[in-house]
């Protein structure tokens, strides 16, 4: 995507602190990217050391000084306790047209704080980003996500195929479009 994204500012909801993520997160991240259950949603190998979580954190830092994408590290603002990461990334060459992904830690789900964290980055992704569609790639198997998606507008665009065999896979993509969000 090279320069041009430089909305990286902490952003402050009623429950939630996003924030840049920072080298002092590694282990929050090894204990969300260990998860087989994510490693499963996302397609993605489990971590399995706290030098794998410091390689990504350095990768994304990387990318996010670049203007490549928007990467956020949701913290609890009661306790500023870690809870997920959420990015808008995989941006088009017009910068119309952005994927947003989540990830979460398990033991946090079912309470409301990646609703809260996607309505915010919705509202940056449409209204800061001016952003005329985002997509998500997310399992089909993730009930949670794709009801999450369903409750925020987004509607399934297509399944996604293998590249090789052409055959359907467990992902599906779904999208919103500026016209179809409702800022809740």
């Known amino acids: 995507m090279g320069s041009g994204l430089n909305y ?24 969300l990217k ?40 949701i913290e609890a603002k009661e306790d500023q306790e870690f809870i997920g990461t959420i990015t808008l990334w995989n941006f088009n060459e017009e910068k119309s047209v952005a994927e947003v992904g989540y990830e979460m830690i398990e033991r946090f789900e079912g309470n409301g704080y990646m609703s809260e964290a996607l309505s915010e980055v919705l509202r940056i992704g449409f209204e800061e980003l001016n952003l005329k569609k985002i997509e998500a790639f997310t399992s089909k ?19 996604v195929l293998d590249d090789l065999s052409g055959a359907q896979t467990r992902f599906v993509i779904m999208s919103l479009t500026r016209e179809g969000w409702n800022d809740d």
Not at 16 to 28: G, V
Not at 141 to 159: A, P, T
């Open 8 to 31: 990286n500012e902490n952003v402050e909801t009623k429950r939630l602190l996003l924030r840049q993520l920072e080298r002092r997160d590694s282990l929050d991240m090894l204990v």
């Open 34 to 73: 260990s998860s087989m259950k994510t490693a499963e949603h996302t397609g993605n190998e489990a971590y399995t050391s706290i030098i794998q979580a410091e390689i990504f954190i350095d990768y994304i830092i990387g990318g996010s000084e670049a203007g490549r994408w928007l990467y956020y590290a």
């Open 141 to 159: 198997e993730n009930i949670r996500s794709v009801r999450l998606l369903q409750r925020k507008g987004f509607k399934k665009e297509k399944d």
